[in-house]
């Protein structure tokens, strides 16, 4: 038999078992449960329109605020980490190493519970500040090792060339390195933002009010009072929304990037 014969039957019985797996997945479900369960149409239509202006509204702020205090306090770790500063570069690889080490989870619980007990604190925003103090502080830790490559990733020639010209090594990482680091960086950058996304639905540890509730914490109670779970495929259906759009992005920024190489 011919390998290219071979080939074709072996695919074929691949086809033949997915669709063999489907159809009996179709014919022993019990579809009418589903229905009443996760497709409850007087369900979800209680959800609205507080899952939109309070929920969903509230995910893409959380991720805003994250995000972009990540990526200030992570660009300043990446720069302490590339200084030669000993102490800097100590300081900013145990920040770094500590974050990216620890659940996102522990260290937001550590913040809405532990560090107020311990110190006496509240922060700002109550636990939905603790909250979003956590993932600042757990992105940064990402972000920094990204924007770290990235910098590293720019043509040493590049910083060399600006230092012929005169350009004092301050200026010369700000308008010359840092832009074509970022450039670089832009799809893993675009990744981190989708990662934060989903980590926002960790904030129901924190325990939220009724007006800072994110998607996951809307859900989980309304799970709790209608004993169903139309509420959870909503909030599913609504993080897609906003997270298809991003990985999009990002795929079409990495072709991009390959193109201009």
């Known amino acids: 038999m011919k390998r290219s014969t071979r ?43 507080e899952i939109l202006t309070i929920a969903a509204k509230n995910t893409v702020l959380y991720t805003a605020i994250a995000f972009v205090g990540g990526l200030l306090l992570g660009l300043i770790l990446a720069l302490m980490k590339l200084s030669p500063v000993l102490p800097y570069r100590w300081a900013a690889t145990a920040y770094i190493e500590l974050f990216r080490g620890l659940p996102a989870l522990l260290v937001i619980f550590g913040f809405a519970f532990a560090v107020p007990i311990a110190f006496g604190w509240r922060p700002p925003g109550g636990s939905a500040g603790a909250g979003l103090i956590a993932l600042i502080i757990v992105s940064s830790a990402y972000i920094a090792e990204t924007i770290r490559a990235g910098i590293e990733a720019v043509p040493p020639g590049q910083v060399e060339a600006a230092r012929s010209l005169g350009m004092r090594p301050s200026w010369t990482m700000i308008s010359v390195v840092l832009p074509q680091a970022f450039r670089i960086i832009t799809p893993p950058l675009t990744n981190e933002l989708v990662i934060l996304i989903k980590d926002t639905s960790l904030l129901f540890i924190a325990g939220m009010a009724l007006g800072d509730r994110e998607l996951t914490t809307f859900a989980r109670d309304m799970v709790s009072s209608s004993a169903n779970a139309t509420p959870l495929v909503l909030a599913a259906l609504l993080y897609l ?18 193109r201009g190489r």
């Open 7 to 49: 080939r074709r039957l072996t695919r074929g019985a691949l086809y033949a078992v997915f669709i063999l797996a489907v159809a009996v997945v179709v014919a022993l479900a019990d579809w009418g449960a589903i229905r009443s369960n996760f497709f409850d149409v007087d369900v979800a239509i209680q959800a609205f329109p």
């Open 241 to 258: 929304i906003i997270t298809l759009p991003l990985t999009q992005l990002v795929a079409k920024l990495e072709r991009h990037n390959k």
